[in-house]
Structures are given as C-alpha cells and as structure tokens.
C-alpha cells in the first residue's frame, strides 16, 4: 500500500524505483501505467504507458506462438494492424521463426522469455513501467536488449524501472525514488537511493536487496 507518494517523471527520462520486495516498487509501476487505480489522490499522465509487469502469466501454452504474439500485443495497447506490422522485428528479434506456428509449451523458459520481452519493445512506445526484465536472457541477447532500450530512450521514451540488479539501474536511470513501507523517503540519485536502502531492513520473510550482482545470472525468470 502506497501513502503520500507524490512525484513526477519527465518525458525522456528513465526513473529507477528502488526499494526491497513489498515497499510498493510493483504499485508504482502498475499505476503509473494504468493497471492498478488509487484508492486515493490521482496520477496523471500525458504518455501511453506499456507495463512490462507480469506478462508471463498471461500466455497461453495452447496456443501457437504466433497466437500468443497477438494476445500479448492486445493486452499491452497493440492493433492487431500494429502487430501484423512488428510481426518480423519480434520474430527476428526473438530468433522464433522456426517455431512461429508451434504450440508455446513446446518453447523453452528462455524462448518464452526473450519472446515476451521482444513483443513488449516492438510496441516502440513513448512510454514503459517494467519490473526487473529491462534486459533478460543471456549476455549475447541481453546486449542486444541494451542496444534497443538505449535507442528507444534516446528518441524520447520514458522508463519507470524496478530491478535487483542494482548494476542495471545504475547504468540505465537517471534518478530514483526511494521506497520504504510504502512511502517514498527519497528522491535522489541512483547511487544514493541504493547506498539509503543498505541502512532501511528488508521486511520479515524477504530476501535483502542484492547489493553485489552478477550480471552474468540468467534472467529468464524475470518474465515467465
């Protein structure tokens, strides 16, 4: 639950949204991009906003991977028209065309994943709320994930980031908030908002924010 959270990102910029599990990072996120009301106050904006929030719980094995292409691209503000135009950069992107018409369970976590997240950034939206998978898969593909998402903040598209992988943030934001119990109780630099979250406990049961990442990890759980 969020209370007092007030703040602004402005269009171009890429804000990190730091805390530890249950701070409310995933709340901001699902309201700045519309999936999530507030019980209380507002939140405005001017942007189409793509959430990149969970999206693995909405594919469907049955369905071929083409199919789930355009089930994807519906549930995050895609025509159909659009989809059929991004049709080739997912799949290239994604290396899928050899299974395109094949059912999704025969795919691999690793697949499923790189296909999630392809789908998400053919939107080319001005906007994005995405919860730990900025980048995703293996060092070969996750460079090429690096190379998308800096051309898409270059040519103006806002980022709202949550990521235990503070190398990530670091490299990618320009600002963070800093969340505790649901209350934002900074905004500052990257740096600093992780060097507070040393000092703030995790919540019982929860894993403390890994400070020391391996960025080598595989990310796939990220997304599926």
Known sequence: MLRDASFSVAPGEALAV???????????????????????????????????????????????????????GGLIGMLPSEVEERLPWIVERAGIARILDKYLADATRAVRAKLLWSIAM????????ISQAIVVGQPDFRKSCWEVVDELKAQGSTFLVTSDKPSHLLRFCDRAILLDAGSIVADTTVDDALERLREIPPPKDQVHFVIDDDDDDDEDEDLV
């Open 18 to 72: 730091v805390g530890h599990a249950g701070s409310g990072r995933d709340e901001v996120l699902r309201l700045a991009a519309g999936t999530l009301m507030p019980d209380e106050g507002s939140v405005r904006r001017s942007i189409t906003i793509v959430p990149i929030i969970g999206l693995g719980g909405a594919l469907e094995r049955k369905y071929t991977v083409r199919q789930n292409i355009y089930l994807i």
């Open 122 to 129: 053919s939107s080319q939206s001005s906007g994005y709320a």
